[in-house]
């Protein structure tokens, strides 16, 4: 069982979308560059696509694995285009976009 | 197909006044001074309950398995419509919405309406993520709707990371469903859960509570409440208001429905019985617990009231969740009264804040100071709407514990969950009374000044006051209602 | 159903808060009068109740009963039996006479006369209601008007009172919520009335109920649930610290009503559901009762003696009384539950005067310090410049030492009497004599320190008490001598239904 | 009979009513009133007593019924646990009842024309008249009634009369606290005397005299126990402090010398002729029972006893005339119950009628002394012979009688209580202590009655001013004197020298004593059985020992007081530990006020009163304030000002804690909240899934 088989079997997507998910969730926890979050959120979408279509070609006939696939690329992008609007006014509003400094509320 | 389009009739009716809207509102620049487009979302939420009425008779899955109609999906739609109306009426007289933002708000308002029923409505996974990212993606531009303020535009951010984590979980969680079952749509998935009888996979646990992710984060149960009290202190009253309600509200639908068509067989006489191998009751009693504690000890020493009544939501979703734990009729239309009788009050509470928020300029505890006597038609609105929180008799807040309580004792086992949802509500006694000991027992400080209210908002506040006296009294014509819908 | 005398009764206030709020804001004495008529006709509807009550048969009269709330079979069930008559008879003289005492009341008179008559109908709801919802609701209904009463027309830190009252009393009746519904739940027949439940009590017996992991008998859990609820409001031992902070902080007629009619709710409550419903387990805790009883009569006998306040020493002077009523429960005798019910009706008269007697001083000097917290002499002397008042207030107090010739000693003498012809009990009787002589002991002190010896230069110019004063505490002196004398017009009220409460409980 | 005896009480209850109500506003303030309805009663009572004299025998029952209670119809066996309970009220006529009724109205009658003089120009002058005919309302009533209840709340009412007339000068701060002591101590013994009531109930399920005689006689009561003592035991011994704390004997005697704070006349009604001696008569009352509990009636015997001893010797050093009265009432008071004790039923009960004149007479002409002089301190009194000639001999009539000199009504009830005590003494060896202290107390008492009249009446003015102004009381003062004095000879009682002997010879007067024979038989009281000789020889002896001791007494005080031969001051300096210890009355008040309540009763109540507000209040129930400073001592870093103000606004509770602590996880930065709820997240999978 080499690495190409393994590369070719279910295992090995799966392998790599949970590692995508896992460095995503870091990166959203860590960086403390707002726009670090966002490339996290969008990691683990991703890897949430690639376990669709993994599971969609290997176990099911049916397409609707690939079609839910492309629905989080477009909600991603949706997604993706209203957090830039907000961060670009926080960062007009703040001069910066450090994750910290939005604390004004708070306990 | 022409059948699935009538049973959708009142999304149509919405998505059609919505694009009016936003055309009449691009070509007749003057229509945003005057209240135009609030009026407009009021009428379009009436259409779409007339819709509703209409489309009640059709039941069944349409769209080919994507949506399904059922009493359930009935009540969601009517309250969804009601609440939207509602908080446009509530935006009329409203500081923070001012002209320059009126049309953008309601179109967007519609636009968010629509997306909850369709969570509502929805009965394949697909359809579920599409409601709730819509919701999600609207409500993180409605929490920054005031520009200029800081605090307005750093709530939408922290929605932002919040929801989008949640709801990148909730994905990641279904693909893992799908990889295990199979398919999307929730009847499917129950017959190949029952097919391999209860020897689940640890995967299938882990991703059922990465699902449940999405869920919690919608309607703020306690792992994922952390957002709430930022989001309703920094967003503009209105909106607050209506996140309180509707997307709520929502949540509860789309996890109900999720349970009760993906994860339980329904037998012979209503009665639900879970797929074996899955037990979510303890786990569902844990989370309910725990939101009530939460949501009412950190409400305890705040003094901003809009954070009060965010933890009180937060308190009051412990409550409706244990409903949950409880898989009898009787608990689902207790959930249902509940869902009615919170809508009412807590649109009521958020209302009043709002109208001293615009007169007194801040959100703190101490600017009601005095106001049952300068102003006593809202300082008697606000006791009623208070004391029916905290669910004392008389008000329509008791009843719907009473009920919640009464679905819980039936089943033993569950009598310390009982126990600790009715000391809550004495603790939630405390902070309701600190906002009425500020408005009745102080004195204002200059001499008793009678402010007027404008008409509009005596009659909302009425309209919302009288109902909750109302229905602590004689409600059985409303829990008849609520029994029907669940029974279909 | 023939005239429906009790709705009448308890509604009638209610309508009365309606027309208050609807006067002018500006002529108190309008509203005044209002509340006078709004109070005066439960009044004269008492009398005729009193006339039309038939003392023979121990069942419940003047029954009212209408279907409510189909999907729960619950009833709009009004009635009256020997145990509710004496109460809702005190209620609505009490609260006749409080609205003259608070003519005083000059701040916002519109809302604490709507409050008061709204006060008052929760009151005759809880005496009236034999549907458990329907006990409930006014049960937790009344709490609404006394926290806005002692909020707002309270005293100095009247605020932290008023909030620890009603936190007190609902963390009580949410207890009495759960157990309410399990009761419910349980009966076979599910129902909230209270005579179906104790009919078939039985249907509690053999049945157990899992609480955080440990198994329980049901209806020891349930009656422990209801105890808690009207054990806060007696109140006993243990649950009494609202009642110095309410009474102290209260304006003068709220605190009459307080100790007249608030705190024998709870005892009431005990001897409606707690007895006749869950028999067994009320012989089981019938020791634990006694042993509270002496307790409260002992503790606030002595807390009273140290007390520097007058307000604060005539409160602590009701738990210790309360804990005569508990003794005389607890003891299953005939006489012992007759004189509780007795001691709970003079209770109400003697110590209504007593506070009323207060406000008059307080009104006068605005203080009621016995002994000032620097130790200087607060009142001293007052027999010298006001006879009148001394000589109601030596009345009051000899009436609630418990002075032969006056209501307070009957009740007190039969619950000794009962407590002590059950064998078990005797050496307790021992030590509740100790409280009478304590009794004694602090109201008289209290009575020298304050108005005998020599005058306090401060209030020489003290004036005795105005006529309006002197009509409001003369019905209440004729009760309390005429039935220290002859006790029947009252006592024969409330034999057969005792009766019948005895052999429902089956003591040998 | 019993309806004359309704309207005996019925008068003074009136004129008290109208006394209260409109005594200002008549002429002279009512005094009439009082007066004319106290002579009303003695009306009515003349002829009951004249009734018994002439028939020798007069016995009647009414009974009503007072409270009625349905019980249940419990099985025959169960204990008397809720049966139907009924109480009655009721009115009983003997013998005992008509000589205590025509005692009672008439000195009652004669004190209350004394006292409109004596209390002539006072300010609340109608209000003193109140309280009087409430008083003897309540006497008489006590006299009348036939159930123990309805005895208990005559009693009661009694008290009430004495601690408002005690406390009649409210200004003076000294009266305040003798009311006070006087009320709290009977208070004691009617608390016990209750319980023994209660004690009556469980036995016999009345508390009806009558119905208990006949009980007694059926002798029912034997077997049952209350608290672990055997039931009549236990109600003998309640009883007993029942007449305790009503006739200030040994424990609770305390009040009484505080009580001559009120006026005079007060003193003489209520602390000398009547209320004193409603605690023997209840005890003649309740005989029956005393005597089926065998062990009860020696220890009344010793208490008397002692009692008399002590009383006597502190009345030796007191200076205050009233002072040494009052002793000498408390010592005479232990003879009764000396004398009920031993058995002697019917001599104890004639001391009780003789004592009840003679000692009215001694207080109202002590009054009358004061009157004149103004002062109550024997020192500065003297020679006031020839200025008060008529209060000088009714006074020295009525020393006579105190003294126990033969041909006086005192000595008649006094030998034949020594005898009966000597012959109790020789059949009970272990008791012989009782008759020889009874000996040495007759003796002091004729020493220091003497010594009173000496100071008072003989030798020379010790004071000019007073003495000048000194003059004989009006008539309304000499009057009752005069009759009172006349009352104390021998021969009302028992023939003309009292000696049983001689009078057998003379002018024998037996009405007394048959009326006694006919009720002790219907009560069924057999008193001291000894034999015929055995008797005749104590008595014969205890008349030699008691004529030699009274000599005795009169003459040491004659030498020391009259003569100054022996000098008093010489003996109390030799003696002069004792003197003190009896100065300070044995030290009893120290101990009840200064000890037992300033030392131990209100500082215990002071930290009761700070636990209940500080413990019960704040931990127990709404205070976990320390567990919330005490999480603020280890966080460090702290909104003080939130918690603060949390706290100090008092409902800071086991909540606000909880609360506090989650507030903490608000932080703000939206990161830390994914952090939080990860880590929540991760438990419940770990915990759930697993």
Redesign the interface.
């Known amino acids: 069982m080499n690495l190409l088989d393994f590369a070719n079997s279910i295992e090995g997507y ?1 392998l790599v ?1 949970s590692i995508l ?1 896992v460095l ?2 870091f990166a ?1 926890l860590t960086r403390k560059n ?1 726009i670090g ?2 490339l ?2 969008e990691l ?2 991703n ?2 696509g690639i ?2 279509v ?2 969609s070609k290997f ?2 006939a ?1 397409m ?2 690939q ?2 696939a492309l ?2 690329i477009l ?1 991603a992008a ?2 993706a285009a ?2 830039l609007a ?2 670009l ?2 960062y007009r ?2 001069q910066t976009i450090d ?1 910290d400094e ?1 604390s ?3 306990n | 197909m022409l059948m699935s389009l009538k049973a959708f009739l009142p999304e149509l009716t919405l998505v059609g006044f919505l694009s009016a809207l936003f055309l009449l509102d691009g070509f007749v620049p003057k229509l945003r001074e005057n209240r135009f487009p609030l009026v407009w979302v009021m009428v379009s939420c009436l259409g779409a309950a007339l819709a509703t009425k209409a489309a009640s008779n059709l039941t069944g899955p349409f769209f080919n398995g994507m949506v399904l109609s059922n009493g359930l999906s009935t009540f969601f739609r009517y309250f969804f419509f009601f609440s939207c109306g509602a908080t446009a009426y509530l935006t009329l007289s409203s500081k923070e919405i001012d002209s320059r933002g009126r049309s953008e708000f309601s179109i967007l308002l519609l636009c968010l309406t629509f997306g909850l029923s369709l969570m509502a409505l929805s009965n394949h ?2 359809m579920l ?2 409601g709730i ?1 819509t919701v ?2 609207i409500s ?2 409605l929490a ?1 709707f005031s ?1 200029e303020s ?2 307005s ?6 929605y ?3 929801g ?2 949640s709801s ?2 909730m ?2 969680g ?3 469903i ?2 295990y079952t ?3 749509a929730y009847p499917q998935i129950a017959e190949a859960l029952v097919k391999n009888n209860g020897a689940h996979p ?1 995967v299938f ?2 991703a059922l ?1 990465l699902v449940y ?1 999405g869920f919690a984060y919608k309607i703020s149960s ?3 409440h ?2 709430t ?2 989001v309703y ?2 967003a503009p009253t209105p909106v607050a208001t209506f996140f309180s309600v509707g997307p709520k509200a929502a949540g509860f639908g789309a996890l109900l429905h999720f349970i009760l068509t993906a994860l339980s067989q329904k037998d012979g006489n209503g009665q639900w019985t879970m797929i074996p191998g899955i037990q979510l009751a ?2 569902l009693a ?1 989370l309910s617990a725990t939101t009530m ?2 949501g ?6 705040q ?1 901003n009231v809009k954070r009060i009544l965010a933890f009180s939501s937060i308190a009051h979703v412990g409550y409706v969740l244990m409903g949950f734990v409880v898989m009898t009729p009787a608990a689902f239309s207790s959930i249902i009264f509940y869902l009615i009788v919170y809508c009412a009050m807590n649109l009521g509470a958020f209302w009043v804040v709002g109208i001293v928020t615009d007169l007194q300029g801040n959100d703190d505890v101490s600017s009601f100071r005095g106001l049952g ?1 300068n102003m006593p038609f809202l300082g008697v609105c606000m006791a009623i709407f208070l ?1 029916s929180l ?1 669910g ?3 008000f329509s807040g ?1 009843i719907g514990k ?1 009920l919640l ?2 679905a819980l ?2 089943v ?2 569950y ?2 969950l ?2 600790l949802g ?2 809550n ?3 939630s ?2 902070y309701y ?1 600190k906002i009425l ?1 500020a408005m ?3 004195r204002p400080e200059g001499e008793v000044k009678a402010l007027r209210l404008p008409l509009t908002q005596i009659v909302g506040l009425l309209g919302l006051a009288v109902p909750t006296i109302v229905l602590g009294l ?3 014509p409303v ?2 209602l609520a029994q029907k819908w669940v029974a279909q | 159903m023939q005239f429906p005398i009790l709705s009448l009764m308890t509604f009638i206030p209610l309508l009365g808060m309606l027309v208050i709020l609807a006067l002018p804001k500006d002529k108190p004495n309008l509203v005044r009068w209002t509340s006078v008529i709004f109070t005066g006709v439960p009044l004269l509807l008492g009398v005729w109740l009193y006339r039309h009550f038939d003392a023979s048969n121990a069942s419940v009269q003047f029954v009212e009963r209408a279907s ?5 079979n619950i009833e709009y069930y009004m009635g009256i039996d020997g145990l509710s008559i004496p109460m809702v008879l005190l209620t609505v003289l009490l609260s006749f006479l409080c609205v003259f005492a608070s003519w005083g009341i000059e701040k ?1 008179v519109k809302g604490y006369y709507a409050m008061f008559l709204f006060l008052e109908s929760g009151m005759m709801g809880v005496f009236c209601a034999l549907d458990f919802f329907l006990f ?2 006014f ?3 009344m ?2 008007p006394m ?2 009463l002692i ?2 027309w309270g005293g100095k830190d ?2 932290y009172a ?2 620890k009252f ?2 007190y009393t ?2 009580g009746s ?2 009495m ?2 157990a309410m ?2 009761m ?2 349980y009966s076979e027949p599910h129902t909230f009335d209270l005579l179906a439940l104790a009919e078939n009590h039985k249907q509690f017996l053999d049945k157990t ?4 992991g440990a198994t329980y008998a049901l209806d020891k859990i349930l009656w422990l649930g209801l105890f808690i609820g009207f054990a806060i409001k007696v109140p006993i031992w243990p649950f009494h610290t609202w009642l110095p902070w309410a009474h102290v902080e209260a304006p003068t007629a709220v605190s009459v009503i307080l100790a007249g009619v608030l705190l024998k709710m709870g005892t009431y409550g005990l001897l409606r559901m707690n007895y006749p419903i869950f028999p067994e387990a009320t012989q089981w805790a019938s020791t634990a009762l006694m042993i509270l009883g002496v307790i409260n009569i002992i503790y606030g006998a002595l807390c009273a003696m140290a007390q520097k306040d007058l307000k604060k020493l005539v409160a602590y002077s009701s738990v210790s009384h309360m804990g005569y009523v508990i003794m005389g429960m607890a003891s299953f005798t005939t006489a012992g539950v007759n004189g509780a019910v007795m001691q709970m009706f003079n209770h109400g008269t003697s110590t209504a005067m007593m506070f009323l007697l207060v406000g008059v001083a307080y009104d006068r000097v605005h203080h009621r310090w016995i002994v000032k917290p620097d130790g200087s002499k607060g009142f001293g002397g007052i027999a010298a410049v006001a006879p009148v008042y001394t000589g109601m207030m030596a009345i009051a107090l000899f009436a609630s030492l418990g002075l032969p010739g006056l209501s307070g000693f009957i009740s007190e003498a039969l619950v000794f009497l009962g407590t002590f012809s059950n064998p078990k009990y005797q050496s307790y009787v021992v030590i509740g004599s100790i409280g009478i002589l304590l009794g004694a002991a602090y109201l008289l002190w209290m009575f020298m320190r304050v108005f005998l010896g020599p005058l306090n230069e401060e209030h020489k110019d003290m004036t005795d008490m105005n006529w309006r004063e002197r009509l409001t505490l003369l019905p209440l002196c004729v009760l309390v001598i005429v039935l220290g004398v002859y006790p029947m017009p009252v006592l024969n009220l409330m034999g057969p239904t005792i009766a019948k409460l005895l052999a429902a409980l089956g003591v040998a | 009979m019993a309806q004359s005896c309704l309207w005996i009480v019925a008068l003074p209850l009136t004129a008290f009513v109208i006394q209260a109500l409109v005594g200002k506003k008549l002429p002279r303030h009512g005094d009439w009133v009082s007066v004319l309805a106290i002579l009303g009663s003695f009306a009515f009572a003349a002829p009951i007593f004249l009734e018994m004299i002439r028939s020798g025998h007069v016995s009647e029952v009414l009974q009503y019924k007072w409270m009625t209670m349905p019980g249940v119809e419990a099985a025959a066996n169960s204990p008397v646990l809720n049966k139907a309970v009924t109480l009655t009220v009721g009115i009983l006529v003997n013998n005992l009842t008509a000589i205590m009724l025509f005692m009672v109205t008439l000195c009652a009658s004669l004190i209350h024309i004394f006292s409109t003089g004596y209390m002539h120009g006072e300010s609340r002058y109608h209000l003193f008249f109140a309280y009087i005919s409430l008083f003897s309302a309540g006497m008489l009533g006590l006299v009348i009634s036939d159930n123990l209840l309805t005895l208990f709340m005559c009693w009661e009412v009694m008290g009430l009369c004495s601690y408002l007339l005690i406390g009649f000068y409210y200004q003076k701060v000294s009266a305040n606290h003798a009311s006070l002591k006087a009320f709290m101590t009977t208070r004691v013994g009617d608390c016990l005397f209750f319980l023994g009531i209660c004690g009556l109930y469980v036995v016999f399920g009345t508390s009806s005299l009558s119905e208990i005689y006949k009980a007694l006689q059926a002798g029912t009561g034997t077997g049952v126990t209350i608290v672990g003592v055997p039931a009549l035991a236990f109600i003998g011994f309640m009883l007993m402090m029942g007449t305790v704390g009503k006739s200030a004997q040994f424990p609770l005697q305390v009040w009484l010398p505080d009580a001559m704070e009120g006026p005079t006349p007060v003193s003489a009604l209520i602390h000398a002729a009547t209320m004193v001696a409603a605690g023997v008569f209840l005890l003649v009352r309740t005989y029956p029972i005393l005597e089926k509990a065998e062990i009860v009636l020696p220890v009344i015997g010793t208490i008397g006893a002692l009692t008399a001893f002590l009383a006597a010797c502190i009345a030796l050093v007191q200076v205050d005339i009233k002072k040494v009265l009052a002793y000498s009432t408390i010592s005479q008071l232990g003879f009764m119950v000396l004398g009920m004790g031993v058995g002697s039923f019917a001599p104890g009960f004639m001391h009780v009628i003789t004592h009840a004149c003679f000692k009215a007479c001694l207080f109202l002409a002590s009054g009358s002394v004061i009157h004149a002089v103004h002062t109550q301190d024997m020192r500065e009194m003297g020679g006031l012979r020839s200025k008060m000639p008529i209060t000088f001999l009714t006074m020295f009539i009525a020393t006579l009688a105190i003294a126990g000199v033969p041909g006086f009504s005192g000595f008649v009830s006094k030998d034949r209580i020594l005898g009966d005590a000597l012959a109790y003494g020789m059949t009970h060896p272990g008791w012989m202590w009782i008759p020889i202290l009874g000996f040495i107390t007759a003796g002091i008492t004729a020493f220091y009655m003497f010594r009173l009249i000496f100071m008072t009446f003989f030798g020379h003015a010790r004071d000019e001013h007073k003495h000048h102004h000194a003059h004989e009381s009006p008539f309304t003062m000499t009057f009752p004197l005069m009759v009172l004095a006349g009352l104390s000879l021998a021969v009302v009682f028992a023939g003309p020298t009292g000696i049983h002997s001689i009078d057998a010879k003379l002018l024998p007067v037996h009405w007394f004593d048959h009326a006694l024979d006919t009720v002790k038989a219907e009560m069924g009281v057999h008193g001291l059985h000894v034999e015929e000789a055995l008797e005749h020889r104590a008595h014969g002896l205890a008349l030699m020992v008691s004529l030699t001791v009274a000599g005795l007494g009169i003459f040491l005080s004659a030498l020391t007081y009259l003569k100054k031969v022996i000098s008093a001051e010489a003996f109390e300096k030799s003696l002069k530990p004792v003197h003190t210890l009896l100065w300070n009355k044995y030290y009893f008040d120290e101990l009840y006020i200064k000890v037992i309540i300033q030392k131990l009763l209100l500082p215990f109540t002071v930290l009761l009163a700070k636990f209940d507000d500080k413990v019960v209040d704040r931990t127990g129930v709404d205070g976990w304030a320390t567990l919330t400073l005490f999480l603020k001592s280890i966080v460090g870093k702290f909104d003080d000002l ?2 603060d103000r ?1 706290m100090v606004d008092g ?1 800071g509770n086991v ?2 804690a ?6 903490q ?2 932080t ?1 930065k ?2 830390q ?2 952090v ?2 990860f880590i ?2 991760g438990f ?2 770990f915990y ?2 697993r």
């Open positions: 799966l979308s998910f995503g969730v959203v707002a979050i966002l996290g959120i683990i979408l890897a949430a376990n669709f993994a599971f176990h099911s049916a609707d694995g079609m839910v629905f989080i909600i949706a997604e209203v957090a907000i961060i006014r926080f509003l703040k994750a939005a004004l509320l708070r | 996974f697909l993520y599409i990212e999600s993606i993180f531009v920054g520009r800081l605090r535009n750093e709530a939408s951010f922290k932002l990371v919040y989008a984590v990148g979980l994905i990641f279904i693909s893992l799908y990889g199979g398919t999307l640890y646990y882990l509570f992710a306690f792992p994922f952390f957002w009290p930022d202190e920094g303890p786990i844990v504690v939460v009412n000890l950190s409400a305890i020493a003094t006597w004391f905290t004392i008799p008389l008791f009473f309580f009464g004792i039936q033993p086992g009598l310390w009982a126990l009715v000391l509500s004495v603790v006694l405390y009374m000991k009745w027992l102080e004689f409600f059985s829990l008849e | 409510w709330i189909k999907a729960f916002g409930f609701l049960w937790e209904v709490l609404l926290y806005f909020g707002i009247k605020v008023a909030i009603f936190l609902l963390a949410v207890l919520l759960l519904l399990a419910y739940y109920v899992t609480l955080f | 939130v918690v949390m409902s909540v606000s909880g609360g506090w602590v989650l507030r996880l608000q703000g939206v990161q909240y994914l939080f709820t929540v997240l419940f999978i759930f899934v």
